[in-house]
């Protein structure tokens, strides 16, 4: 198998060092840039090719299939930035990553943290010598109801993290884990919008799923609600997130993921001009925080990240049972 991987950032050579010397029989060639029609032909020759979450249009895909190009890798769990259905159509096939569920529910729980402490808040205070109390009392998670919205490998360890705090926690899901019924309640949805004082996401990206936190959702739910998203960005509807803070409806929101955010994120800005409208609304309201989405960041899910993908393609090559694949039935 003959990989090509785009979009290497620097903690990923290493594991990517690391596979090309396990595999001496096959080979492995990366770049830090990302794909686009200008460097394409960086990966004629090769069988597959190595993505994050970045924009792949169809020009890209066929010039690819021209190429030889058989299998595409995102080095990420979602992959609703890839165009599966045209690549059925040509006849590519794809993998998703796993790692860790603890990077991500972890993550998740100290957003719930700060978003009730109202840290970002006390800290910008801080930083200007206001050591004032007036606007900063918070809300103690231990006392809150938490309500859980997807309990797959991520939202099932928040639960069971969560557990610890005391805190009750409802959970709405496709399937019920008798395990999490010793730590949380199984519930519709619209009982845990109205009951829960946080809400956390933790499902997939897609259709399905667009935009199930709307206008509709919001209303139904407590006032001063905490809403948190580790999950996809097409989860929420901005507009409606923009529009329940205005009102105060929504009582903080921490968001590490939205829905406009492609082509924005991993990259220095800094002397950038940034024509994202959502982005800089959110980020006027003092109660929102927005984390460019790095819940997944840790040393141990790059290292599975880049694992479990090369490992993924090179199951096609083996013919073995390829859990990576993209539309395999679990």
């Known amino acids: 198998m003959k990989i090509f991987a785009y979009s290497v950032r620097e903690d990923e050579e290493k594991y990517f060092d690391r596979f090309i010397a396990e595999h001496p029989g096959d080979h492995c060639s990366y770049v830090s840039e990302y794909p686009t029609m200008d460097n394409l032909e960086l990966a004629r020759g090769f069988d597959a090719v190595s993505i994050i979450t970045n924009v792949i249009t169809t020009e890209m895909y066929d010039r690819w299939y021209e190429m030889g190009i058989r299998y595409i890798a995102t080095r990420s769990v979602g992959y609703d930035h890839l165009d599966v259905v045209h690549m059925k159509k040509l006849g590519m096939r794809g993998v998703h990553a796993s790692y860790s569920p603890n990077a991500v529910a972890n993550f998740t729980i100290m957003l719930m943290l700060m978003a009730c402490r109202k840290v970002t808040f006390i800290l910008d205070k801080a930083k200007v010598q206001d050591f004032s109390l007036p606007g900063k009392i918070g809300k103690e998670i231990s006392l809150s109801t938490v309500g859980i919205i997807g309990a797959g490998q991520i939202g099932a ?117 940034i024509v994202n409208r959502t982005r800089a609304i959110l980020g006027t309201f003092p109660n929102v925080i927005l984390t460019p989405h790095m819940a997944f960041y840790t040393e141990q899910s790059s290292s599975d990240m880049v694992g479990t993908t090369n490992e993924g393609l090179l199951a096609f090559e083996s013919g073995a049972e390829n859990l990576a694949e993209i539309g395999y039935e679990r």
């Open 157 to 273: 360890t928040v639960v069971k993290h969560l557990s610890g705090f005391g805190c009750r926690i409802l959970v709405h899901s496709n399937h019920e884990s008798e395990e999490l019924k010793q730590y949380a309640e199984f519930v519709d949805l619209d009982t845990l919008y109205k009951e829960s004082d946080i809400i956390s996401l933790h499902v997939p990206g897609n259709e399905k799923n667009r935009h199930l936190i709307d206008s509709a959702a919001i209303a139904s739910m407590k006032d001063d609600v905490i809403l948190i998203n580790t999950a996809r960005g097409m989860v929420i509807d901005s507009e409606a997130l923009i529009a329940g803070l205005e009102s105060g409806k929504i009582g903080a929101a921490a968001i590490d993921t939205f829905e406009e955010e492609m082509g924005l994120y991993y990259k220095n800005l800094e002397r950038e001009r």
